[in-house]
């Protein structure tokens, strides 16, 4: 099966809702590439183009792409094949009103910082259609004498959602602005169905980012993402948000007010998975998550948080 | 050099103050071991013993240890060279009014889980003075058929505070109640000395615990704990809190009132450290650490709580 492609430049939204007409129609199992735009629509091409204040819209996710026969009550797996960088660089920014340490004193706001990406010396991303590969890529920013090694990242994936609307900067259980770090090649994310078709879209995303993105941003920048579609009917559990899989772990990843109720959403999401694998009442669960399910950090500011909980496989078997 | 033991027979403390009586002195460079007992001091030995509330008296931390020659504005710098379990079994328990799912349907408190530990089937810490290895070992949960590998962390680990006093359940600048899982083998935790001698005391030891501390505890259990202390006189940077360091990476370790709070001077503390190494403005350098520095979750629930910011040596070389 030859890869589908599907371009930002064929539809885009900014906005996560219920009804979501659909840019393209696949079948489950498609495997696609999906092109996306920098999360800043290009504003940002120097250090002197600057972003005064969080524009209206951001975080361009490409799509919506409808799979044929997701119903609500399915699960639509989506395995992140490969990220490729299409740009020789991102870009870093502080926006006023905007980032963990907003207004502290010695934290300018707006700045932006170019990363220039290399791979053995040659600009990735040359625009001709050809796509460096990004696994020895580094990038740096201006500036700073270091490399940072290049590991994509999609920050916003998300699917229709079930009543409310969200913008592409806010992350819910829909998906979303998640920022996720372990939202990368090699690992699957799998979405609750809210509605017929799920409408996938995704964008918005990283050369390199920390746990936290505390600044806002990681290292914006377009990309091509390979990605394999499924639908799962039926499945055995019933799942309200995003949950990760990743080759260790399964990481439930929840969003909030507060990263204090995102790590109980997580929490509680994990110990269920737990319960239902071993047996055990809840209470059992939750101390046994105590002892071996991390609680991660993907993002502190878009403005709802997430967190995930990461179960590693050796105590937890496909849920699905 | 030999290895001097100070028991918590000899002393224990349940609060941090400015003011603390040593049990014990010792010259900079000394290599101790540090025996230390259960957090709860005995009381759960079968799954029938159940703890109702919070003790006034929790985390039993031995010593205070002075260290010669230790004077305000000096580092203390701690060495963990091995934690060696001491009992055959730990104890993982909810307690009611604590604990990040405390009063949530189907989560049960007071209730106490057995943790026995094997190595190569052996039971270890016979009590005969002879201690098993424990890089082999591995624990289980009652009722749950799953074998968790032996990480052993201390809980508690701190000096005598600047002006105010906390108890052993909090953590704070002084280090206090940390449960932070990199407080193993193999790593070094520096503090702020804010009297003369530093006294020093730990306790609190864990044979497992997640990232979070979820249930309010992970695997309590007495240790015997090897550690090398030194004060490092007129330090280049001014440490206001405790810094971990592991083979990888600097991590600065805050705690306060919200997670977003100890995000926030978890991240200050790791980008003061990367402007001055890289000779940027605190603002430059936020924007590279949104890159780099992983921001990680170490407790929810003590009832301050603790984060802290993972900046990788490659970026960040030792800033004493």
């Known amino acids: ?35 996306t735009r920098d999360s800043l629509d290009g504003a940002i091409q120097s250090e002197s183009d600057v972003i005064e204040s969080v524009p209206a819209e951001v975080n361009a ?23 490729r960088l299409t740009e020789d660089r991102g870009r870093v920014i502080s926006i006023e009103g905007f980032g963990l340490l907003d207004g502290h004193e010695g934290i300018e706001a707006p700045r932006s910082r170019i990363t220039p990406v290399e791979s053995d010396g040659v600009g990735v ?10 696994s020895d890529a580094t990038l740096s920013i201006e500036g700073i004498d270091a490399d940072v090694p290049v590991e994509p990242l999609i920050g916003t994936i998300g699917i229709a959602t079930e009543s409310e609307s969200h913008t592409t900067l806010v992350p819910h259980n ?37 746990d936290g993105e505390m600044c806002g941003t990681g290292a914006e920048i377009g990309t091509a993402i390979d990605v394999t579609v499924a639908v799962l009917s039926d499945p055995e559990i019933e799942l309200e948000r995003p949950l990760i899989e990743t080759p260790e772990a399964w990481k439930p990843v929840a969003s909030a007010d507060t990263l204090e109720a995102a790590c109980e959403r997580a929490t509680r999401d994990a110990i269920e998975l737990l319960a239902a694998e071993h047996e055990v009442d809840t209470t059992d669960a939750y101390l046994f998550a105590s002892l071996v399910g991390d609680l991660e950090i993907s993002q502190v500011v878009d403005p709802l948080v997430t967190v995930r909980n ?9 849920p699905f």
């Open 125 to 134: 991303g040359d625009g001709n259609g050809e796509r460096a590969g990004t």
């Open 61 to 83: 996710a490409t799509g919506p792409i409808e799979v044929e026969g997701a119903e609500p009550g399915d699960v639509l797996r989506v395995d992140i094949d490969d990220i």
């Open 310 to 318: 990461a179960v590693p496989k050796a105590y937890l078997s496909a």
């Open 174 to 210: 829909h998906g979303g602005n998640l920022d996720t770090t372990d939202l990368c090649a090699g690992n699957s994310v799998y979405f609750p169905v809210f509605q017929a078709g799920a409408m996938l879209a995704m964008g918005d995303c990283k050369a390199a980012m920390a």
């Open 1 to 35: 099966m030859s890869r589908r492609t599907i371009s930002h430049e064929t539809g885009a939204i900014y906005e996560f809702t219920p009804e979501l007409e659909p840019i393209a129609t696949v079948e489950s199992g498609a495997q696609l590439t999906v092109e």
